[in-house]
């Protein structure tokens, strides 16, 4: 299934696209974005781009679904948001999103969260959503809680806690 087009009064998630990677690489090389990530930044432009091809083509064979969070405005990528090991078995999915930091606490992960969690209810058999981020991040913490999203599991030795919501 194709990554669909989702759109609220002031953001627009659509597909990434190869003409995306300046923004991809400005988003995944940010010393303050990858605070709360467990990845390694992203060391070039060459990287964006092999990012960008590999997520294009897992969109394509539906083993995730990536989107662009953009702004309806004038389509600048503000962030990204995804849903990723989608088990038919167990029902479930985990979900990620980030945002370059001039468009951090905007709102825009909020709109985008309630736009892909209504396509989650909607299109797929998904009955659990999974999401894990850094234990001192605050304000993703607080968006997810807005969801719904109840904590599940703190591992005392990881500085990441998991949370998961209901969808049935």
């Not at 894990?132 to 968006?143: C, D, M």
């Amino acid at each position: 299934m194709a990554v669909p087009l989702l759109q609220s009064d002031r953001i627009v998630l659509r597909s990434l696209s190869e003409n995306d990677y300046p923004e991809i690489y400005a988003l995944r090389s940010n010393a303050s974005v990858n605070t709360f990530l467990n990845r390694k930044p992203c060391a070039s432009i060459t990287e964006a781009k092999e990012f960008i091809t590999i997520i294009l083509e897992n969109s394509n064979q539906g083993d995730s679904y990536y989107w662009a969070i953009a702004s309806l405005e004038d389509n600048s990528l503000l962030g990204t948001i995804c849903i990723y090991a989608i088990s038919e078995q167990d029902r479930s999915c985990q979900i990620g999103y980030e945002l370059m930091p001039q468009q951090q606490k905007k709102g825009y992960v909020t709109e985008a969260l309630k736009l892909v969690l209504l396509w989650i209810q909607q299109k797929l058999q998904i009955k659990t959503v999974i999401a894990e981020t850094h234990k001192e991040n605050t304000s993703s913490i607080q968006v997810l809680l807005q969801h719904d999203f109840q904590l599940k599991a703190v591992d005392s030795g990881s500085k990441m806690v998991t949370y998961i919501k209901n969808m049935l």
